[in-house]
């Protein structure tokens, strides 16, 4: 079955750095578009980023361009976001997602950014 | 970028009722791509319509997703227990993808 694992999460001070990594199984991994998308304590749902199954075309909220950046080993069915300049609006729960329109979710890792 | 603006904010409604919830875009959805989610406490979301009237596999046909261009709808024919909880729309026909801000469905 479908399985998308989520890792990376914890607490970092603000401009700080984290990477995400999410690892993909029970499927083929560089057939799809994955997304990232994320959802601050008690708030809805924020898409993040996406990327093609080749890594050819990316694109990013306005709010994490220029310090988040997404990223793909189709070889080793892992999906990873590479988060910069961290601010405390960036705390959320981080979902790794498959596609576009999304039929499978992780359970999310959490972000905390705070001093 | 494309708001999806999702109203009411909260729809109190008993169990037997029938539920409508409405997704308005600020720009026409790229070939009707608009997808919804829902969403319960402590929970990942579930896709339960994609393509604004396709329902995803496994979703009970008392879902049904309607509507074109800026204008959206997802109808619950007859709400049971399980589905209270809060629902999103997202469009995904131009960048930068987008979710409505969610309906939060309780039971009255």
């Known amino acids: 079955q479908v399985q998308l694992v989520e890792s990376g999460g914890g607490l970092v001070k603000p401009g700080g750095s984290l990477r995400l990594s999410c690892a993909a199984s029970?499927?083929?991994?560089?057939?799809?578009?994955m997304t990232w998308v994320r959802q601050a304590p008690g708030k809805g749902l924020e898409w993040v980023s996406y990327?093609?199954?080749?890594?050819?075309?990316?694109n990013y909220a306005d709010s994490v361009k220029g310090r988040f950046t997404i990223s793909r080993d189709n070889a080793k069915n892992s999906l990873f976001l590479q988060m910069n300049n961290l601010r405390a609006e960036d705390t959320a729960v981080y979902y790794c997602?498959?596609?576009?329109?999304?039929?499978?979710w992780g359970q999310g890792t959490l972000v905390t950014v705070s001093s | 970028e494309n708001v999806l603006t999702q109203s009411p904010g909260t729809l109190s409604l008993s169990p037997g009722e029938r539920a409508t919830l409405s997704c308005r875009a600020s720009?026409?959805?790229?070939?009707?791509?608009l997808a919804w989610y829902q969403q319960k406490p402590g929970q990942s979301p579930r896709i339960l319509i994609y393509?604004?009237?396709s329902r995803a596999t496994g979703i009970p046909d008392r879902f049904g997703g309607s509507g074109s261009g800026t204008d959206f709808t997802l109808t619950i024919t007859s709400l049971e227990p399980e589905d209270f909880a809060v629902y999103y729309c997202?469009?995904?026909?131009?960048?930068?993808?987008?979710f409505g801000q969610g309906t939060k469905l309780e039971i009255k």
């Open positions: 990327i093609s199954t080749t890594s050819s075309f990316t």
């Open positions: 720009q026409s959805v790229s070939s009707n791509y």
């Open positions: 997202q469009q995904y026909g131009s960048s930068p993808y987008t």
């Open positions: 393509g604004a009237s």
């Open positions: 029970g499927f083929t991994f560089s057939d799809y578009y």
């Open positions: 997602a498959r596609g576009t329109y999304i039929f499978y």
